[in-house]
């Protein structure tokens, strides 16, 4: 295997295992922890799309500009969206809270689901 898809099959492997952390998260009650792996999972897919196709990593936080990049669907995009507050609400106590958790967990996990599918089946 050569080294950039060694590189893509890492990216992942990791991005799988945020999305079973945060599903075991949100099962467990620990919403924010959950909603932190979910936005991880789906950056961490959408980097290894954009490796795939631009041979280089992107750093950013942002997944809807990182899903433009790789130019997904509006779908896709749309799921980033719903995402995307995660990743500032969790690191900076100081951003503004996403509401209703508790409710919105499931709903995340099926976002974080199909953007790592959508990667999986267009690398």
Sequence with gaps: MDTLNK???IWLEKAEKDLEAGVFNIDGEKYEEGVFF???CAEKALKSKYIKERKNLFKTHDLILLAKR???PKKIIGFCEELNPADNYTRYPD???MLNLEEKGK???KYAEEILKWVK???
């Design 70 to 72: 790789v130019n997904a």
């Design 107 to 109: 709903e995340l996990i």
């Design 38 to 40: 979910l936005q991880q």
């Design 95 to 97: 951003m503004p809270r």
């Design 121 to 123: 089946e267009n690398i």
């Design 7 to 9: 590189t893509i099959r």
